[in-house]
């Protein structure tokens, strides 16, 4: 269809009602086609321009330095306070420990199924762990509440079982099938020959596994455990069942902890529009589209080399 | 004449279970210190053969292989064999450079480093031994920290052959070296392979009946997994005994 109308164009004949009708025949999809391409695009700036516009108020109620390094988030009480310390580093505590506990997980189970178990085993161990990606995060957090806190709370004689290391742990399951199968995409795609060539060289099979297929495939595996970082941040229900809920800076595992998502979700249901305490969520969902937008950012960097030397 | 370095007894082998053997009732010799080229068209078994020296076969899965395959003697099919031990002293070269995605010098460093090299001046002295020994040294030294993949297919491939000799091994075995290569860089791996046989055993599969004459003692030549006819190169290419050999070498199939 283009190439009909490019010849009509580089002919140059008059201009008829032929070649009229061609051309509306071709600005009409073409156009329809680009602004559906385009509205993604509108939808995101729209997004991104509403979210500043709602939360960048709240500097005018407070300083930035006082937003950022308060250590009290108290929105509602008078005079208020809205230090969001406490809450960033809830997300930031429960976003770390659940990434120290799947990512080295993760990569050894897609080292397991893509190197180890033998063909048949590895159809079913990667729908086992789709399938595990596929359960509710609300499923997750009631199981959380209802079977992890209460042992939690018995065996470790803890004042609440709802805690970090409760929705870290959630957190953790949550994001494993996403690092397990993106790595085990990456390590499956090394080359058999350059398993052929440690071979060849004396090489034992565990060397090869570690020493050859985890590096061939490190870009991938990076950029799977970044994606779950993203998803572990960005996380809302999970912790907002099992976390505890408690604005403090954690100190240890088995403090509660509020992170910012599930401050959103807890209090925005609550805040009359346009309050500072309205403006101060819409600032954490800034916050939390920065470091998305970051660690994306960070993935396509690694995509196109950027982490070679 | 030198004593033979690899005896083959009655070697057969089949991919499985139902499949006709890949290779039948092949005995010979690989003499040490020479270079033995086995031609035949695709198919014909010649790489099988290869793959059996260093025991690679191991990997297919349902692969039956019964006969002898010596090795100074030894049976390298006898279950008290180190598998990884025997692939260091018969070390191999593939069809297409598979280079590791490191360094050039990670390269040719990841076999010694297998096996225990831990000093960096001990490794800085193999790598430049093996590059050297591989004629990839000039062109290597300046950029042994660049990615071997930046390396053009010929010096890949020259690569692949320092650090396979890198671990000091006894026989190379190499699987069409030069098949994905251009004639200027075929020409100067097959110097490489003269040259390495002062201090190597060398095998090579070759398709090319030119490359075979070009470099090798001694050739083999193979037709549906038989060994048909094994003898110096000069007899083979003038006057082999056997019509088939006769016939592929001629060019009247292949």
Known sequence: MERAGEIVITTGGPRGARRGARKWGEIVPKGVVTSVALSGIWLMAFIIFFLIKEGAPILKETSLTEIALGQLWYPVSNPPSYGMLPLIAGSAAVTLLSSIMAIPFGVVLALFISDVCPERAREFCKVSLEILGFLPSVVLGFIGMAVIAPHMQMKLELLSGLNMLNASFLLGILILPTIATLSEDSLYAVPQAMRDASYALGGTRCETMFKVVLKCASRGIAQAAILGVMRSVGETMVVLMAAGGAAIIPLAMSDPVRPLTSTIAAEMGETPVGSPHYHALFFMGCLLLFITIALNILVLRIESGGGEK | ?254
């Not at chain 2, 198919?43 to 090795?71: H, P, Q």
């Not at chain 2, 002295?125 to 950029?143: K, T, Y």
């Not at chain 2, 490489?192 to 470099?215: F, P, S």
């Not at chain 2, 549906?224 to 006057?239: C, H, K, N, R, S």
């Open chain 2, 1 to 254: 004449m030198e004593e033979a370095k690899m005896v083959t007894k009655s070697l057969f082998m089949s991919y499985s279970r139902n499949a006709p053997p890949a290779l039948k009732d092949v005995t010979m010799d690989i003499r040490a210190n020479s270079v033995t080229a086995f031609i035949g068209p695709s198919g014909c078994g010649k790489s099988t053969f290869l793959r059996c020296l260093n025991r690679m076969n191991d990997f297919v899965r349902d692969a039956r292989i019964t006969g002898r395959v010596l090795l100074d003697g030894m049976d390298i099919y006898s279950p008290e064999v180190d598998v990884t031990n025997l692939r260091r002293r018969v070390g191999m070269v593939f069809q297409r450079p598979n280079p590791f995605p490191f360094s050039i010098r990670e390269n040719v460093a990841y076999g010694p480093k297998l096996l225990g090299a831990r000093d960096e001046s001990v490794i800085d002295e193999i790598v430049e031994n093996s590059l050297r020994s591989a004629g990839l040294w000039e062109e290597a030294r300046d950029r042994l920290n660049d990615m071997a993949t930046s390396l053009s297919g010929g010096q890949q491939q020259r690569l692949c052959i320092a650090r396979a000799i890198a671990v000091e091994p006894e026989v190379l075995l190499m699987d069409e070296p030069t098949s994905a290569l251009d004639p200027i860089a075929t020409a100067r791996v097959e110097e490489l392979v003269r040259e390495l046989k002062r201090d190597y055993t060398v095998a090579i599969v070759t398709h090319n009946m030119q490359q075979a004459a070009r470099v090798s003692d001694t050739t083999a030549f193979f037709l549906m997994g038989e060994l048909v006819e094994y003898g110096p190169t000069d007899v083979i290419f003038t006057t082999p005994t056997d019509q088939r050999t006769e016939d592929y070498i001629t060019g009247r199939f292949g």
